[in-house]
């Protein structure tokens, strides 16, 4: 589907929104504490680049569903990078979706754009919300599909965090399998596009997880 500038910009400032939720959970003054979000995302890169395989001297086969997770967790990291004291959210979110709409695919394989990615980081000691974008296309990922996974994946953080994630009593598997499989079977269900899409998938979690919890 092809999205307006504008329907890009609700989807950006909705992440960014639920990024800010989510760092403010774990530390308060997370943007004033200047955590190396850039470090996080080169080392990200690595583990992606295990999960599609470059060794040259073995058999490896691309684990693409892992390498797309890679991707996301990459993109939550990335955005925490490019918050910036003095900067609004919709200021930052203007400059996102800029360079989101000014994107043009250069058909970059995977590695390559990874390995692009991670330098920037390095050296800028931030994050490239272009360079990002050209391993978005190698990895065959858009807008859509970034924002879906993205906001699963945010969604199941903040449900494990409520649920007793930090004091070890959240049970990370139900009825033989991950959350992360739950949440996959959820998403493929719910219209992202539709108002009410975060709500709903936190609502589909809490139904299977209770489920579970009363079983046992």
């Not at 990459?74 to 994107?103: N, P, R």
Request: proline residues 1%; negative net charge; aromatic residues 12%.
């Amino acid at each position: 589907m092809q999205n307006t500038k504008g329907q890009v910009l609700q989807k950006v400032e909705t992440m960014l929104a639920m990024q800010d939720s989510m760092n403010t959970k774990v530390h308060t003054d997370w943007i004033t504490q200047n955590f190396a979000w850039y470090r996080a995302a080169w080392v990200e890169c690595g583990e992606l680049m295990d999960h599609f395989g470059y060794k040259w001297w073995k058999k490896q086969t691309p684990e693409i569903e892992q390498v797309r997770l890679e991707v996301i967790d990459i993109w939550h990291f990335g955005m925490s990078a490019l918050f910036t004291q003095g900067v609004s959210q919709a200021d930052l979110a203007a400059q996102i979706t800029d360079a989101i709409v000014a994107h043009q695919p250069l058909g970059h394989e995977v590695l390559p754009a990874t390995e692009a990615l991670a330098q920037n980081c390095i050296a800028t000691k931030s994050f490239s919300v272009a360079i990002f974008w050209h391993l978005l296309d190698a990895v065959d990922l858009d807008i859509d599909s970034l924002f879906k996974s993205y906001v699963g994946k945010n969604v199941l953080n903040f449900f494990r965090q409520d649920n007793g994630y930090k004091d070890g009593s959240y049970r990370k598997e139900w009825q033989g399998r991950e959350d992360n499989e739950h949440l996959s079977d959820i998403l493929a269900g719910l219209d992202s596009d539709k108002d009410g899409f975060r709500n709903a998938v936190y609502n589909e979690l809490a139904k299977r997880y209770a489920a579970t919890v009363s079983e046992a």
